[in-house]
């Protein structure tokens, strides 16, 4: 196959775990007989730096012209005013719209050699294996009204939570057909006994799931999630629920993985490539981590899983993204670690170092 990738490198360590997963990439080409093409573009901070635009045009046009994107991360203390007019994490949420990408698939796995890195204990985290999977278009990140406005000592702010009665449908219709092919339950998210969005949410929910008797559904307030992800997180299947519930409670789960820098999402819409299958962006669920940008020490490998992700979902390329997450599970029982994941015992390693072990198990 001839694959076409958008890469959007971003900011902080973002060029540096994105490097290491088209090293990735380029070795599963070469093993598989794949051609892939590569395609940069400005997002984020990099792109205000540049243009004064966090999403340039020129970008948006290449990810729409793409088959897939693969994205690092933005963001940083040098676009973090919050008077800017123009911020990074603007350039990611309006991406998302132009491409429609409606779910975040967010898997949170814990690996055996991993268990250690969990700041809970073993018998809490070892074996969990879930999907969170989150709306990614409406709600407070897009909301309108939306801003501020007066002055001090009246100051105010005001941020808008819609959702229709279609997009929580779509969302929960990718949750079930996805816990088919697992575990067979779906936790839905929401704050049902305070909020109006989330009493439409759960009434749509429970529509969707009669359509699925094969897949059982549980309601889940959100602040009781929140307790159980840290008391019980064996107990979730596959996670369901609203974007800005969804933001947090991912964050929340990586930490039962030991680090954000073992995570992959990937970001899908309704919108097909040339090959057929869903076009997705694809990022590790860090950030930029700017205190070590540019040291070689930040962890690729929630990057090089996005990527794996990438072959699965917009390429329909199953036995490459199996061999990658299987290299990386190598890499991990062979004791080689970057330092966000690393215990005693094991041996400390950087970016590079890290993608050429996974290159060699490959």
Request: negative net charge; glycine residues 10%; contains cysteine.
């Amino acid at each position: 196959m001839n694959l076409k990738i958008t890469v959007l490198s971003g900011d902080g360590i973002g060029p540096e775990v994105v490097a290491q997963a088209i090293r990735v990439l380029n070795a599963v080409g070469r093993k598989f007989n794949h051609t892939f093409e590569f395609d940069h573009a400005l997002l984020g901070g990099c792109a205000i730096d540049a243009t004064g635009m966090a999403l340039p045009p020129e970008t948006t046009a290449k990810c729409q012209a793409a088959d897939a994107v693969l994205l690092g991360a933005v963001g940083g203390p040098k676009w973090s005013d919050p008077r800017a007019k123009v911020r990074p994490e603007q350039g990611l949420l309006g991406l998302r719209k132009a491409l429609g990408l409606f779910a975040n698939l967010r898997p949170v796995k814990v690996y055996d050699a991993l268990i250690d890195a969990s700041t809970l204990k073993a018998e809490i985290v070892r074996g969990v294996d879930m999907l969170i999977v989150r709306e990614l278009t409406g709600g407070a990140y897009f909301g309108q009204p939306q801003g501020r406005s007066g002055e001090a000592p009246h100051r105010q702010a005001v941020d808008t939570t819609p959702y229709s009665e279609a997009e929580i449908a779509r969302l929960m219709h990718m949750a079930f057909e996805l816990a088919r092919a697992r575990r067979r339950k779906v936790s839905s998210v929401d704050k049902a006994n305070v909020l109006a969005t989330s009493r439409l949410w759960r009434e749509v929910a429970h529509e969707v799931a009669a359509q699925y008797p094969d897949v059982q559904i549980e309601d889940v307030l959100v602040d009781a999630c929140s307790m159980y992800l840290i008391r019980s997180p064996k107990s979730y299947d596959v996670i369901a629920t609203e974007n800005l519930f969804g933001d947090i409670l991912s964050d929340e789960a990586a930490m039962l993985a030991g680090s954000m820098g073992m995570l992959p999402s990937a970001s899908l819409g309704e919108q097909l490539n040339q090959h057929g299958y869903r076009r997705g962006l694809y990022e590790p669920i860090h950030g930029s981590a700017p205190d070590i940008a540019g040291k070689g020490i930040a962890n690729p490998l929630a990057t090089i899983l996005s990527s794996a992700m990438m072959l699965r979902w917009s390429f329909g390329l199953e036995v490459e993204a199996n061999s990658i997450e299987r290299a990386v599970e190598q890499v991990l029982n062979d004791g080689l670690r970057c330092k966000d994941i690393a215990s005693q015992g094991t041996r400390v390693i950087g970016s590079e170092e890290m993608g050429a072990a996974v290159v060699e198990r490959l």
